[in-house]
């Protein structure tokens, strides 16, 4: 009976031992101090205390493991390392948000931009999707808000906004203008210069534009009126 117990013991450690060899193959393992290199995962629009207003214990923080802003934005006034060409894209925008500087940007400010048919179409494209409900698809300030009634009077880019220079668009974009928006946090500045490129398509009326061998911007010149074209001779 003392052999029988004494065997079925070590049956019972050898099985253990036996079943403790075998190992997830997902599993690290044994981890030594994890939280130096796993972190937690973080939600995009989840305040983990840094919003005063909400009643979050200390508890609740330490479980979260965070006490810091999750969604992190680039520091002021830096500049991410770019191509060369890209650099017009990423410097800080100069004018601020007010009366002086937007006068100051139609005199200044100046696409850094080529019309090439890569611009041109990527700003009609992004002018579909983000400014056609209110300007309308030709830039006649008859989208669908103007249409059902919530704003009135937008302006047409081929009326009344015709000789709006460049660099007020580009503001305007930016910062917003009357009831219109600020974009800025929604498309990159080569994005709003993008857009500029084809919002002067249709300050002259064009909606369909033409490109030559180079996949460059065909201007068409204005029409001579009759005053240009008459020649007096003596």
């Given at each position: 009976?003392?052999?029988?117990?004494?065997?079925?013991?070590?049956?019972?450690?050898?099985?253990?031992?036996?079943?403790?060899?075998?190992q997830?193959p997902?599993?690290?393992?044994v981890?030594?101090?994890p939280?130096?290199?796993?972190?937690?995962a973080?939600e995009?629009y989840?305040?983990?205390?840094t919003?005063?207003?909400?009643?979050?214990?200390?508890?609740?923080?330490?479980?979260?493991?965070?006490v810091?802003?999750?969604?992190?934005v680039?520091?002021?006034?830096?500049?991410?390392?770019?191509?060369?060409?890209?650099?017009?894209?990423?410097?800080?925008?100069?004018?601020?948000?007010?009366?002086?500087?937007?006068?100051?940007?139609?005199?200044e400010?100046?696409?850094?931009m080529?019309?090439t048919k890569?611009?041109?179409?990527?700003g009609k494209?992004?002018?579909?999707?983000?400014?056609?409900h209110?300007?309308g698809?030709?830039?006649?300030?008859?989208?669908?808000?103007?249409?059902?009634?919530?704003?009135?009077?937008?302006?047409?880019?081929?009326?009344?906004?015709?000789?709006l220079p460049?660099?007020?668009i580009?503001?305007?974009i930016?910062?917003?203008?009357?009831?219109?928006?600020?974009?800025?946090?929604?498309?990159?500045?080569?994005e709003?210069?993008?857009i500029?490129?084809y919002?002067?398509?249709?300050?002259?009326g064009?909606?369909?534009?033409e490109?030559d061998a180079?996949?460059?911007?065909?201007?068409?010149?204005?029409?001579?009126?009759?005053?240009?074209?008459?020649k007096?001779?003596?």
């Amino acid at each position: 009976m003392k052999h029988t117990t004494t065997f079925f013991g070590i049956a019972c450690v050898a099985v253990f031992a036996l079943s403790s060899c075998k190992q997830d193959p997902n599993s690290p393992g044994v981890e030594y101090m994890p939280d130096m290199y796993r972190s937690p995962a973080l939600e995009a629009y989840v305040d983990y205390g840094t919003n005063k207003t909400m009643d979050w214990t200390q508890d609740m923080k330490d479980a979260a493991g965070l006490v810091a802003v999750q969604s992190r934005v680039p520091a002021a006034n830096t500049i991410p390392y770019v191509k060369a060409e890209m650099m017009p894209y990423v410097m800080p925008y100069a004018m601020n948000n007010t009366p002086e500087d937007y006068e100051r940007a139609g005199l200044e400010v100046k696409s850094p931009m080529k019309a090439t048919k890569k611009n041109v179409l990527r700003g009609k494209e992004i002018y579909t999707y983000m400014c056609t409900h209110c300007h309308g698809e030709n830039g006649g300030g008859n989208g669908a808000i103007s249409k059902n009634g919530h704003i009135q009077g937008i302006p047409d880019y081929a009326g009344k906004l015709k000789d709006l220079p460049e660099g007020k668009i580009f503001h305007s974009i930016t910062y917003g203008k009357g009831l219109m928006g600020q974009h800025a946090s929604q498309l990159t500045q080569l994005e709003r210069w993008q857009i500029v490129e084809y919002v002067k398509l249709l300050q002259q009326g064009i909606t369909e534009p033409e490109f030559d061998a180079n996949d460059m911007l065909v201007t068409k010149a204005a029409a001579a009126s009759p005053a240009d074209t008459t020649k007096t001779t003596k």
